[in-house]
């Protein structure tokens, strides 16, 4: 069963850091895109981070030079490192894979991605 199971969320202090995972099941890691994104209440979702599957990444302007994104192939899980939060971090974060991650996450071309985790909340307080 292809499937992504997301954990690392929480509640944190503005300028505080926390690391998402996204563990893979059902498949390989160098098989498909990973993107991450986030939804805000009251906000669409958007595309903030992807890794490809030959180790390039991309970061959205709102968190370039604040998160990083990496992968652990004999873990087969996907990691999302997020430092000096933001209150205006605040949302639902969903890691996602697919044949072309990268077109969604940059262009919002959701068709490329095949599996969605279930999300993990992370609330920053001022």
């Known amino acids: 069963q292809v499937q992504l199971v997301e954990s690392g969320g929480g509640l944190v202090q503005a300028g505080g850091s926390l690391t998402l995972s996204c563990v893979a099941s059902?498949?390989?890691?160098?098989?498909?895109?990973f993107g991450w994104f986030r939804q805000a209440p009251g906000k669409e979702r958007e595309g903030i981070s992807c890794i490809h599957t030959n180790d390039a990444t991309y970061y959205d302007d709102s968190v370039k030079g604040r998160f990083t994104v990496s992968k652990d192939i004999a873990k087969n899980t996907v990691y999302l490192q997020m430092t000096n939060l933001k209150p205006e971090d605040t949302a639902v974060y969903y890691c996602?894979?697919?044949?072309?991650?990268?077109?969604?996450?940059?262009?919002?071309?959701?068709?490329?991605?095949?599996?969605w985790g279930q999300g993990t909340p992370v609330n920053v307080s001022s």
């Open positions: 059902g498949f390989t890691l160098n098989t498909k895109g």
């Open positions: 996602a894979a697919g044949f072309d991650a990268w077109g969604a996450v940059i262009g919002g071309l959701l068709g490329g991605i095949e599996v």
